[in-house]
């Protein structure tokens, strides 16, 4: 079961791809409008990889606390 931090973050990934497509799919392929795409397809790349690395550091942290409780039993 994911947690409500991990179930947030998914959500704002799917968010995140479902805009990319649909601004994929708007584009009519004139130059200054696939520039324009290729910028915003880096940013939102950009965002998915700051979204996965908090994932993460979200498991990596709960994994430590699990650690600490089994250690205090």
Known sequence: MLSPLNEEL?????????????????????SEQELSWYQRKADLNSEIQNLKSKMRDSQVGSVILLLFHLDSL
Do not use: K
């Open 10 to 30: 998914f959500g704002i990934i799917f968010l995140l791809l479902t805009e990319f497509v649909l601004f994929f799919m708007s584009q009519s392929g004139q």
